[in-house]
């Protein structure tokens, strides 16, 4: 594991962040890493290719559907030869919609958001916007919000107009973003760079690698969905 914070917790190697090939487990989820013998915690950046084939996936995707699908629970652990109680949060993506070998479709019992959880590891968040893009028979497009990280090592000349796929080879990662570069034809937007301590300003519009039968599933969902009322959740939780 890397002890860079811009290193993936599982081959070491640096992430940029793409939408739908990388993601972040924050350290206030608590998530415990079950697999290993202390059981302490897993926080960090990751890339998706590494999560599919690693040895540790399932123990690692039964801790993180406890959170995602979760209302919080508070769980034991042992640290220094005591036990400590520390409060896991849960996000609420409580409602199973949908399920079979290859994922998992979940509603979020608070807010107009879904949860695709798939059987090889990977996750994705969506909105109004993508299921509408969905149900109008378009890609679930994400990206675009500002990332800001610190390069191993300055990059190649040209990275105010470099492509995504030039970026990562300058940084000797573009295997482990596998179809990124061909699927959907990501976008990669400069917003600065400061040589003096190689933080990089950017961010990337990609279409999310949904599998198809979640695609299936959530066009025809997206057509006859009824938003969430908050009028009602607020009456829930006065009752």
């Keep these: 594991m ?32 079950t697999w290993r013998p202390g059981h302490e915690f897993f926080h960090g950046p990751l890339h998706f290719s590494c999560l599919t084939g690693w040895e540790h996936r399932e123990p690692f995707r039964e801790e993180l559907t406890q959170i995602l699908t979760g209302r919080g629970r508070e769980v034991t652990v042992e640290a220094g030869g005591a036990e400590h109680t520390v409060t896991q949060p849960g996000l609420y993506f409580s409602e199973l919609l949908y399920a079979n ?46 990332e800001r990280v610190v390069l191993p090592a300055d990059p190649d000349p040209g990275i ?33 760079y400061y040589p003096k301590k190689r933080v990089l300003e950017y961010g990337v519009i990609a279409d999310l690698p949904l599998p198809d039968t979640a695609v299936d599933f959530l066009a025809e969902y997206a057509r006859h969905y009824e938003p969430t009322s908050f009028e009602e959740l607020e009456d829930d939780l006065q009752q």
């Design 160 to 192: 105010e107009t470099a492509a995504l796929p030039d970026l990562l080879d300058s940084l000797g990662v573009r295997s482990r973003y596998p179809g990124a570069v061909e699927l959907g034809e990501a976008v990669f937007e400069f917003w600065g």
């Design 2 to 33: 890397g002890d860079n914070s811009a290193s993936c917790r599982i081959c070491g190697q640096f992430v940029l962040q793409v939408p739908g090939w990388t993601s972040v487990i924050p350290s206030y989820w608590s998530m415990r890493a």
């Design 101 to 146: 070998d290859d994922c998992s479709i979940h509603r979020n019992t608070s807010y107009d958001e879904w949860l695709v959880l798939t059987a090889r590891g990977p996750w994705f968040t969506l909105g109004p916007k993508h299921l509408k893009a969905l149900g109008e028979g378009r890609p679930a497009r994400d990206g675009g919000g500002g």
